[in-house]
């Protein structure tokens, strides 16, 4: 193995903290990740924040909040019906004002003694812990931000990749060897930032459905059809890696068993795309049946593989494998 696969921080350490806090990512730091994840979506200000989606009734205290009572509805964000309270509709010191909690609490009911806690970030906030950190520890922390239903976030002229190039570029990003991973689910908004930056840009693709840009244009294509050979031919023109869900490179069965594996890995490798994976979970419920209370038997498994990188909610758990495993010689 020529380099060490690196460890994607998925929303900072998750599985320890609420996703998406200051918090969450220093922890994940700590545990010594190579990069931290945070989903980017944006205020009623242009103001690009880290919350997994832009409604965030599941993931902050909103709700509480009896002065932004009136503020609930229901939209339609990326052809689904979504009702809550969403960021787009909210300033930037809103925000401020709510406080983060627990995404999934009746799995990681231990996390929810931090409800409360943390404020959720800013993109600037975020890059300047990875900066401090950096500085502290003398190694590179990588950020790996998604836009999050950018076609969307347009339609309603709150484009998320501007600000995010600004605010990039005026820290510093700007070469392609810079220690960080620009992440969609849509493909035009990469074509676009491909067109506009250097930085690295990374196509994600989910097991089932389609990028909602090809929806809303008419484009029949999905995510399937991006994993053939000809599909990752076509990302690598624009794109330097593939962010893949794990059960496109390792198939499970109806029973939860995994199967062979298939050919994606060294397709994308022959066309010269990374391949990242995701997302690492300890928890039983999110593992195949083949490692059970085995999480580290997952990891040795796609690493044996040769992927280059994975997310991880528990960054620990993936480095002391990934260090474990690189350590021997398989040469």
Do not use: C
């Not at 999934?104 to 404020?119: A, H, K, S, V």
């Not at 999905?222 to 794990?246: M, N, P, R």
């Not at 499970?252 to 990242?276: C, E, W």
């Amino acid at each position: 193995m020529n380099k060490k696969p690196i460890i994607i921080a998925h929303r900072g350490a998750s599985g320890y903290r609420p996703e998406h806090t200051l918090a969450a990512y220093e922890l994940a730091i700590n545990f010594g990740a190579d990069y931290i994840e945070p989903d980017l979506v944006s205020t009623q200000d242009g103001v690009l924040i880290a919350r997994h989606e832009n409604e965030i009734s599941a993931t902050t205290n909103v709700a509480k909040h009896h002065e932004f009572a009136q503020r609930r509805t229901t939209k339609i964000i990326d052809g689904e019906s979504k009702t809550g309270w969403f960021t787009e509709d909210f300033t930037l010191a809103e925000i401020k004002t709510l406080r983060a909690k627990e995404r999934i609490p009746q799995l990681r009911q231990q996390n929810t003694i931090y409800d409360g806690l943390w404020q959720i970030p800013t993109l600037q906030e975020i890059i300047d812990l990875a900066k401090n950190y950096s500085k502290k520890l003398g190694r590179n922390i990588g950020i790996y931000p998604e836009t999050k239903h950018p076609t969307y976030f347009r339609s309603i002229n709150l484009s998320l990749e501007e600000p995010l190039l600004n605010t990039l570029r005026a820290n510093g990003y700007h070469e392609k060897n810079a220690p960080i991973f620009i992440q969609s689910f849509e493909v035009s908004n990469l074509r676009y930032l491909a067109q506009t930056t250097n930085l690295p840009l990374v196509q994600l693709i989910n097991l089932t459905g389609q990028p909602y840009d090809f929806v809303v244009s008419g484009d029949i294509r999905t995510y399937t059809d991006l994993v053939t050979k000809s599909g990752l031919s076509e990302i690598a023109q624009y794109a330097q890696a593939i962010g893949i869900h794990k059960d496109i490179l390792v198939p499970r069965d109806n029973k939860n068993k995994l199967r062979s594996p298939t050919s994606v890995l060294q397709n994308a490798h022959a066309v010269g795309l990374k391949v990242h994976i995701w997302t690492f979970r300890n928890e039983d419920s999110f593992l195949p049946l083949d490692f059970p209370g085995n999480p580290q038997g997952e990891y040795e498994l796609f690493f044996s593989l040769g992927v280059d990188g994975v997310f991880s909610d528990f960054s620990d758990t993936a480095l002391s494998v990934r260090d474990r495993f690189t350590s021997i010689d398989i040469s």
